[in-house]
């Protein structure tokens, strides 16, 4: 079994963080205590889960927008209705028709 412990010097092996904390103190980093590091590899931990989340949330978002198959149910007179007129306008003219119509309909009483 591997204790830490190198075969040939019997001396005690840091770990891949001690080694870290060590390295930051000889570059000058920020870092000057093993509880600074600490707090930065929570931070850069939850920066990294944080950014995975908002991934998975896109690649949710994406896979169910694909599967929406909604289609709205069009009448044969909405399908075949063309019109280039802007719909304020059409609008305004259907209303006209409509009032033409109920004017000729009290005249015929």
Do not use: C
């Not at 949710?60 to 149910?73: D, G, I, N, S």
């Not at 003219?93 to 005249?107: F, G, M, P, R």
Request: hydrophobic share 30%; aromatic share 4%.
């Amino acid at each position: 079994k591997d204790h830490g412990v190198s075969p040939r010097t019997h001396h005690r092996v840091a770990s891949a963080r001690s080694q870290s904390v060590t390295k930051a103190r000889h570059l000058g980093q920020e870092q000057t205590n093993y509880g600074e590091f600490l707090h930065s590899e929570g931070m850069r931990h939850k920066q990294w889960r944080d950014e995975q989340l908002v991934a998975l949330e896109r690649e949710l978002r994406a896979k169910e927008e694909a599967e929406q198959t909604f289609t709205p149910k069009i009448s044969r007179m909405s399908r075949e209705m063309e019109s280039t007129m802007p719909v304020v306008e059409r609008l305004m003219l259907q209303n006209q028709v409509k009032e033409e119509h109920i004017q000729i309909l009290k005249h015929a009483r």
